[in-house]
């Protein structure tokens, strides 16, 4: 009982001295904690249940297309895994199953840099499928070197728009046949970056950035939500476009391609900062979820999103003509003109 009594006296007397010290290290601990929360963003509150619906979300064995999917299953609906590995996409079907108790998770094969398996992907549904309720363009491809589909097409603008691009037209009767539907693309607050974009230069053969090619890329996600929503008026079929937050996900992979001089400060931002301030999957996928649920997203049509709520892309991302030109340019690169 001394002993006790002597080790509360010194915590005591040693809080006494360092008390300071000690009410700023839990305030700075309780500032960290409220700012790593707040960081979360917001929260899809629907509760709506999904028996007898179909979603398809691409890019969805990883990160936040996986808790898209995970979370749509567990509502009850047929969810549609479309990747390009397969082996990763089967083992996320086995988890999602194994954590919803929904057994009715597939998985098909997409791999968006290439034109002939979009096409063969988009066959294989309207083979199999007599509805889609649900979109979800979610895959994506981030900060890469200056590499070419197979197609020749640059690969952010090829893999995370014209990919996209391409999948959606194939599949718009099927989801117009199934409305009240919904399309929702996944772009990114890096779209506000591009203030010009060349629409006789989508490879960017004449110069190419990194980072610009990716904030290309997402804004003609939004511009082709915007002409989408346009073309669709009228049919039941509603559309969106997303930032889902910072996110702690792959999407960073490329880096290592990058020159050491910009890869070693980049990781260090990365780890040591970012990756404790960042969104986890689970919170990066609830404005996706928002978009893809909410009841007032109905009147919402071909809106940008951002943690939960309608919020202004850049001016360039709201030029109406601009979204009508590039639907026109992404026909031609896709070959879907006439």
Known sequence: MEQINNTARVSYEYLEEHKV??????????????LRRYSQGGVCRST????????????????????????????????????????????????????TGNSNVVVYKLD????????????????????????????????????????????????NHLGHFLFTNLLLDLIKKSAPSRIVTVSSLGHTFVKHLDLDDLNSEKSYSPVMAYSQSKLANIL??????????????VTASLHPGAVATELLRYINEYNICIRIPVLIFYHAFFKFFCKTPTAGAQTSLHCALAPEVERQSGKYFSDCAVKDPSKLAQDDELAAKLWTVSEKMVGLAD
Do not use: Y
């Open 21 to 34: 010290a000690v009410a700023c290290t839990l305030t700075a601990a309780c500032a960290l904690w409220a």
């Open 224 to 237: 082709f939500t915007r002409e989408l929503s346009r073309r669709l008026k009228g049919t039941g079929v």
């Open 112 to 159: 968006l840099s290439s034109l002939k398996s979009v096409r063969a992907c988009a066959k294989e549904v309207l083979e199999k499928e007599d509805r889609l309720d649900i979109l979800v363009n979610n895959a994506g491809v981030m900060w890469t070197p200056q590499w070419k589909t197979e197609d020749g097409l640059e690969l952010q603008m090829g893999t």
């Open 48 to 99: 709506v249940k999904l028996h007898n619906l179909t979603v398809l979300i691409t890019g969805s064995n990883t990160g936040i297309g996986k808790e898209t999917a995970k979370d749509l299953a567990g509502r009850g609906a047929r969810v549609i895994l479309a990747c390009r590995d397969m082996k990763r996409a089967n083992e996320a079907a086995d988890d999602i199953k194994r954590s």
